[in-house]
């Protein structure tokens, strides 16, 4: 999320409820490892109780109930058995507020990556397996003790740099990771517009749109629909994806739709030299085509940027066509590292006709998605321009200059 972007605006929730969870499963461990009783709990203990003592909440320091194994009480373990369920019920209510606002979230990883994970963790967990250190004795000091520096990496910095040094470390970096959507806050987009003359509550944009940003409502201005689509402003991620799903141009957002697109793909293509091949490139900002300097020194090729490539309505792709380009390549973010979610499966189902709205099966020219019709699709990553530059030049190469004359298109 940090690397994409993704910490502000409509996912801020996802971003904070992301850290606690973080704290939390940290939490987890700590309480759960202290509850095996051996000497990492011991030297758990010591440490928690050393830095709890420094805060002015307890009567009495807590660590007096370590100086002795007659000293220590029992009720300690029901307190930390308290903690580690409250821990995991924890856990279940902030993963809930963690995608409260993301429509269809995908909780499960890819079934590759789930079975790799599942088949290396066994074989580490017979390769190296986790062992108990010997039993925790208070009237001794530890000798020996494997710390597991993944949820006890607190441990060897307090007892470097103290108490005070080590919660004043964490804490700060703390608030620093937990504020970040507030002190690096974006440019802000405006929200999404529907045009109620053109919206007949067709429900596109509310099936399209990744982030419950968009409900449907009565309609309220008398026209002869059912619903009317309503944005909700704090709620959209500005990813555009209502604009390309909207089949009547109802929506625009930053001056984007169906209809302002239309025009400015017409200028672009008609300012290419004649005579040559021509490609148009729709790209999304995030992607190798919306870096700055991505098609330079590439001639007959124009390019046009929006926010995700779910923006661009199919329609688009085939009225470059009829502009009289001899290519359109759609080129949205990698797979699996969109800044917003669903763009590339919304624009590929688009395209091949299992998603409303379909690429149009009929045109001024067979358009057989299966067998080449002049659009073309590309997942590249902002490091990638080199592959999109090796793909457009494989488009024009095999690109016949001319098949798509200019048209008036009114």
């Known amino acids: 999320m940090l690397l994409n972007g993704r910490f502000g605006g409509n996912v801020t929730l996802a971003w904070l409820t992301g850290v606690i969870l973080v ?13 095996v009783w051996d000497q990492q709990a011991q030297i758990i203990a010591r440490e928690l109780f050393r830095a709890l003592d420094i805060l002015p909440i307890f009567g009495e320091p807590l660590s007096r109930s370590l100086l002795s194994q007659s000293s220590m009480s029992n009720m300690l373990f029901f307190i930390m058995l308290f903690f580690h369920i409250m821990a995991a ?12 606002r993301v429509a269809r979230p995908r909780l499960a990883p890819p079934k590759p990556l789930l079975y790799a994970t599942l088949i290396l963790t066994a074989l580490v967990s017979v390769v ?10 208070l009237d001794a000091i530890p000798t020996q003790v494997n710390l597991d520096l993944f949820y006890l990496f607190w441990v060897p910095a307090q007892q470097i740099i103290g108490p005070v040094g080590a919660l004043t470390l964490f804490g700060i970096g703390f608030l620093v990771v937990f504020t970040l959507p507030y002190w690096l806050r974006r440019r802000a987009t405006p929200a999404p517009i529907v045009n109620l003359d053109f919206c007949n509550g067709c429900r596109q944009c509310y ?18 629909f059912a619903e009317e689509a309503v944005v909700k402003a704090d709620g959209c991620a500005r990813c555009g994806a209502c604009v390309g799903a909207c089949n009547s141009g109802a929506i625009e957002m930053d001056g ?4 302002t697109l239309q025009p400015a793909i017409e200028e672009r293509i008609r300012a290419l030299p004649s005579g040559g091949v021509r490609v148009l490139v729709l790209s999304c900002q995030a992607s190798a085509g919306g870096q700055a300097g991505a098609i330079d020194g590439l001639a007959g090729v124009a390019n046009i940027t929006v ?6 309505h199919p329609f688009l792709a085939e009225y470059g066509l009829l502009a ?15 800044v917003y979610r669903l763009g590339n499966q919304w624009m590929e189902q688009r395209l091949e006709g299992s998603r409303h709205p379909r690429l149009r099966s009929t045109s001024v020219w067979e358009v057989n998605p299966s067998e080449g019709n002049g659009i073309f699709t590309l997942g590249a990553g902002a490091g990638e321009i080199a592959a999109l530059r090796a793909l457009i030049r494989e488009i024009a190469s095999k690109s016949d200059p001319g098949k798509h004359e200019m048209r008036g298109t009114g």
């Open 324 to 338: 009289g380009a001899d290519g359109v390549l759609l080129v949205g973010c990698p797979a699996e590292g969109g």
């Open 207 to 224: 099936e399209d749109c990744p982030y419950d940003g968009i409900v449907m409502r009565p309609r309220t201005d008398g026209a002869p």
């Open 307 to 312: 926010p995700c490539i779910a923006t661009v």
């Open 128 to 137: 190296w397996p986790a062992k108990s250190n010997l039993q925790a004795d």
């Open 89 to 100: 019920i924890g856990i279940l209510v902030f993963v809930w507020l963690h995608v409260n």
């Open 256 to 259: 984007l739709s169906l209809r």
């Open 23 to 35: 704290g939390i499963s940290l939490a987890e461990g700590l309480t759960g490892y202290f509850l």
